[in-house]
């Protein structure tokens, strides 16, 4: 594909015309050059692991991600940063808020959490609750299912010394 045919896509002033000629008649390096990129990745093929709904709007009630040692170590390390702050390192809701302003936090052990579909938790980590600022942004969607996966392991942990 000659020079000139680039300036005639200033002459059309129209990516989309240029593009189709490059794809149409350009050299393989033209087309890297010149057409555009997508976004490795990101496609969203399954919208319920970005949502923790179905399609029908109901929170999920299991994980997608198994809990390996993998997942698990990862939303520790992630509950750790993110969470553990104002809900302490056993999820209890004792963290900097209530030590030294009184703010009463979330205790992933009282009954209402502990009834909470994976979903649920997973919505209120993307989207925030009450006091609670959302998290979509600054943790992706497969970390935030790993801290409920860790949140889960908390919650059955103390459930079974409890029981012991």
């Not at 680039?6 to 593009?19: C, D, K, P, Y």
């Not at 702050?85 to 703010?103: A, M, Q, S, T």
């Not at 936090?105 to 009282?110: K, L, P």
Request: proline fraction near 5%; hydrophobic fraction near 35%.
């Amino acid at each position: 594909m000659a020079t000139s045919a680039l300036n005639v896509g200033r002459f059309f002033n129209s990516h989309l015309i240029m593009a189709s000629a490059v794809q149409r008649f350009g050299s393989e390096e033209q087309k890297r050059r010149y057409l555009p990129r997508f976004a490795r990745g990101e496609l969203r093929e399954d919208e319920s692991f970005y949502t923790g709904q179905d399609l029908e709007g109901n929170f999920l009630t299991s994980n997608p991600l198994p809990a390996t040692e993998e997942v698990l170590a990862r939303g520790k390390q992630r509950y750790t940063i993110y969470c553990q702050p104002c809900h302490d390192n056993r999820g209890l809701g004792r963290g900097i808020l209530f030590e030294y302003g009184n703010v009463p936090t979330a205790s992933f052990h009282d009954d209402q959490r502990l009834a909470y579909p994976d979903g649920r938790i997973f919505d209120v980590i993307t989207n925030g609750f009450g006091l609670m600022q959302s998290y979509r942004y600054p943790v992706p969607a497969k970390d935030r299912w790993a801290i409920v996966a860790w949140v889960r392991k908390m919650q059955q942990d103390r459930l079974a010394t409890a029981v012991a």
